[in-house]
Each structure stands twice: as structure tokens, then as C-alpha cells.
């Protein structure tokens, strides 16, 4: 069977009977993702490597919990590193030396065998980080400490001196706005 | 739009920026408001392309092998126990001679891949030379087996089966963690045969505690249940002294 020409769904019904095959196409085509999201939260390879590990073992042994009508396989890998980064960063407390450096690192997407997969990628990922950055810095701040550096809003609240009111106004109202700039791109994503 | 109280809790919620207690409280209001559940449909697809703003990293080539290394063999393991599910039982009762359906999906106990803190240090489960008494107890459909717990520095550690019709699982309760790197797995023994493995791995809480479902229905033509200490990802053999033994013949 040409497991790589399967749409992940399709192997995700694999995947629940047990086929380490159709398991190995489902991490060669989100594992990057996945290991830059961990990367990005945890700031350490090592870290993120752990993350990245019981993520996609977690989904090996839960592929049944996998629903398909609730969004891609792609965005449940992701939301499932995403859970794991912040256990694994509320657990350490090592909330200090997460911060990633992108200095000197080559981006890599997906596929690169694929111009097209790997262009769209490129292309995502320039309108997510545009959208960003025209929001309010102080709703676009809230937004990156909660998603990315795993604090809770009362954390975020003491840190920035801010009333916890505030803090949740801006990142629903941050997150309104990205969903209207992003449009068509956070459906397709969900 | 929802006008709700909470309406504000939306963000935090699809962000997991609210304390554990608060982000199950709002989980349980969303069961009642449905402007609330619009509100957080909305936002969780803007939170959803937030991935995309990583830089985009690849994951080292080791990290796919240490991945694929325990998925093969678990695949491998789970085939086993399939397969040997469909052995003939010493006593099979009719239905037991039809051949089983495939699993209709993985029930791999949750595991995690981070060995608990106190992990114990190498060649402690030792037998501890305990008699095990079988205490067979239980009415009706259920009945309970105790076993034994031969791990000479868990004096307290307990394990018991419960049997019915609908499932056959393990309890352990004051058990230590498996060593590091390795995980408990539980094994059928039938008579004059070797142990055969079964897809109950598990580990145990802070407490040392684990409820493993070994099976649906009732064992057949087991007079043992053993449990051993195994590199993840399980073994097809055991590959040390079994830690509890609880018979049931």
C-alpha cells in the first residue's frame, strides 16, 4: 500500500489498528511542526525532544481518540505538543531560560521534496506571523506568554502589572482579530 | 457573541491560560452556555494557526528512531497478544473456538515516557519468598483474586483481579515504580505453556497505584497471572522475575 499518497485521516484508521507503518507517514509529515512548537515553548532541543516523544507515542496508543469532524490531524498533533509543552513547563517552573533563540537557525518546513507543500507552508506561516504583529503589542504580548511560554493568566497578570480583567479582555480580543485577518487560513486549520 | 459572565474566559480557556480548577470550571459552564461554546468554536481557530508562527525547526533523525524503535515494537507486541488471544483455550467454551475479530482499536494503557522520581534502582525486585494466599471473594459476576507482590522493599505493595463477564483487571495499590526506562507488563500463563504477553503495560501514580484493564470478558484456561518488570514498549518474553503473581486456578 502507498501509505505516503493517503490523506492523514486515512491513516489515522491505520494507525488505531496498530500499523507502525502508516504511523511513521503521519510523523514524517507533522513532525517538524510539532518539534518547532515544543521548541519554541521549551527553548531546550532536550526538552522538546521529550515533549515531542510523548506526544506522538500518546497519539500511537490514543489514535482511537483521534475525531476526525473535530478538526485536522495535524492541528490535534499540534494541540496535543501543545498540552504536553505546558506540563512539561509548569512542571519544571523553569520559566526563565525557555526563550528560544532563532538566531542562526535555517527554517525548515515539511516536504521539502514537495516545492508546493513546502511553498504553502511558507506562506502560512508569513500570514500567521504578519497577523501577529498588527495586533496591539500589549494584546499580541498576552498572547505569546500565554500560548507559547504556557503562563496562566494571573502569572501574565503579575508580570506585566496588569488587573486579570485586562488580561483576559486582551487575548479574546487578540484573538478575535487574528481570526478575522486570518480568515479562510483558521478554517482550514481547524 | 455570547453575553455571558464568563464570555472573557473564552480566550484564556482556547490559549490553556486559565489555572487547572478554573479551566475544568469553565469546561463545566461550556456544557450549559452555548454562547460560550461559539465564542471558544471561534477563537480556538485563531489559536489553532499560532503553531504556525514557530520558527520551523527539524527534529533530529535519533528522535524518529527512538520513536519508531518503541512503535515497532509495541506493533509487534500487539500482534502477538492478537494472535495468541485467538489460541485455543484449555477449556474452550464454544464461543471460544470462533476465531476473534481484529481489535477494533489500540487500548494501550497511558503511559508516560518520564520515569516517576523514586525510580527504583536496579535489582531490587527481587522474590521476596512470600506464600501468597489466594482469597477469592465476590458474589454473583464479580469475584477478586488476590495476588502476590514480590518486591522485598514494598512490604505494603497489594494486587488484586477482578473478574467478571465484562472485563478482567488488575489493581495495585502501594506499589514502586518500575525501574527506569522499563514499565510494567502483565502476562497469561496457561498450563504447560510458556507466558504469554499481553498489551497491559503500565506504570503507577504518586501513590502507586493502577487500575489495567488485562482484558474484556473472563481469563480462559489461565491459571496465572504474572506481572514483570519490561523495557518500554513491552517484551514478547519476560525478561525478568515476575513482580506479582496472583493465581486463578
New interface residues.
Partial sequence: MAFAQLADEDLMQLV?????QA??VV??RH???????A??MTGT?NT???V???A???L?????RYDRTR?SVR?WV??I???RA?DALRRSMVHDRRR?S?EG?E????ARERTDVEAA?RD??R???Q??GTLPAEQCKV?EL???G?????E?ASMLDTPI?T???R??????K??GQ?GG???V?? | MSACAHRDDAGSYVLRALPDEDHERFEAHLATCEGCRREVADLQMAADTLPLAAVQVGPPPELRDRIMAVVRSEAELLSAAGERAGEPDADPAPAARTPRPRRRGLRWPVLSLRPLAAALAAGVLVAAGVVGGVVLSGGGDTSTVTGTVQIASAPDARASLQLSDDATKLEVRKMPPPPSGKVYQVWLKRPNRDPAPTTALFRVDANGSADVEIQRGRLKGVDQVLVTAEPDGGSMAPTSDPVIVASTA
Avoid at chain 1, 60 to 64: I, Q, T
Avoid at chain 1, 107 to 110: A, I, L, M, Q, S
Avoid at chain 1, 150 to 154: E, K, N, P, R, V
Fill in positions: 488505531r489498528r496498530g500499523d507502525a504511523f511513521e510523523y514524517d513532525s517538524t511542526a510539532a518539534f518547532s512548537l521548541y519554541r532541543r522538546a525532544e521529550d515531542v516523544q510523548e506522538f507515542l500518546s500511537w496508543r490514543s489514535g482511537a478538526g492541528t499540534l494541540g505538543v501543545h498540552n505546558i528560544a532563532d537557525i527554517e525548515r518546513f515539511e507552508r502560512e506561516a500570514d500567521v506571523r497577523a501577529l498572547i500565554a500560548y507559547f504556557g503562563f496562566t493568566h494571573s501574565i480583567g488580561v483576559k479582555g487575548m479574546r480580543l487578540g484573538l478575535e487574528l481570526r486570518l487560513l483558521a478554517e486549520m481547524s
